[in-house]
């Protein structure tokens, strides 16, 4: 079975305040997501890899940024958090090479900023 | 630009009844289109994937199938249960790298 895991489920941080999360997979796959999920904005792209040491924007990756050192790990990072960036976060990884191309999703971090 | 659309965004049924869940996408160019399962306040759960190849997916009293031509996908379930409702997402594929397109979700409510 594929295991997504998050480091927190829960976090309260304050605003300017530098936070880290944390997404670590255990199958060997080359991508891996990070997502913010709004109600009534659904599922929003921040941030991709597709190999060590490579990131690509999604499409809101502003106030955002990522480390991808091993293959098993995904961080994002809020160099300054702002109350906008109160959100679930969901980090999501995929096979590129292996059929079936499933997505496989952590439990979610629950992030309010304050 | 892709864009996927669920409709209805909220539906709820008596114990029992079979029910449809629509997709719609504007772009046919998909590698594949994927179902999951949301409960509130938690992860997401894949609950089947349909190649871009493929006209349906069953699992359990759960079947998808894809339309590429028409840009749309169903999701049946059969038989529904309490333990059905939840918000259900359908989301394209739409590179090799995996990158997903979400629609904004259907939340199920399955009445006893």
């Known amino acids: 079975d594929v295991k997504v895991t998050q480091s927190s489920r829960y976090l309260v941080k304050r605003t300017g305040e530098k936070v880290f999360l944390e997404c670590v997979q255990d199958?060997?796959?080359?991508?891996m997501f990070w997502y913010r999920q709004d109600p009534g904005l659904g599922l929003r792209l921040i941030y991709f890899?597709?190999?060590?040491?490579?990131?690509e924007k999604g499409d809101i990756p502003e106030g955002y940024s990522v480390s991808r050192e091993k293959k098993e790990r995904f961080s994002l990072i809020l160099e300054s958090a702002s109350t906008n960036q109160t959100s679930m976060y969901l980090c999501?990884?995929?096979?590129?090479?292996?059929?079936?191309?499933?997505?496989?999703f952590g439990p979610g971090t629950r992030l309010t900023v304050t | 630009k892709q864009e996927v659309t669920q409709i209805p965004a909220a539906l709820s049924v008596p114990e029992g009844e079979n029910l449809v869940l629509n997709c719609s996408f504007t772009?046919?160019?998909?590698?594949?289109l994927q179902w999951f399962r949301q409960d509130p306040g938690k992860g997401l759960t894949s609950l089947l994937l349909?190649?871009?190849?493929?006209r349906e997916q069953t699992s359990g009293r759960l079947n998808a199938s894809l339309d590429k031509s028409s840009g749309r996908s169903t999701l049946y379930i059969a038989a529904s249960q309490p333990g059905d409702s939840a918000t259900y997402l359908c989301?394209?594929?739409?590179?090799?790298?995996?990158?997903?397109?979400f629609g904004q979700g259907t939340t199920l409510q399955v009445k006893p």
């Open positions: 989301a394209v594929r739409v590179s090799n790298t995996g990158k997903l397109i």
């Open positions: 199958m060997d796959h080359e991508n």
């Open positions: 890899s597709y190999d060590v040491k490579m990131k």
């Open positions: 999501a990884s995929s096979p590129t090479l292996a059929r079936p191309y499933e997505q496989y």
């Open positions: 772009d046919s160019a998909i590698y594949n």
């Open positions: 349909i190649q871009s190849s493929q």
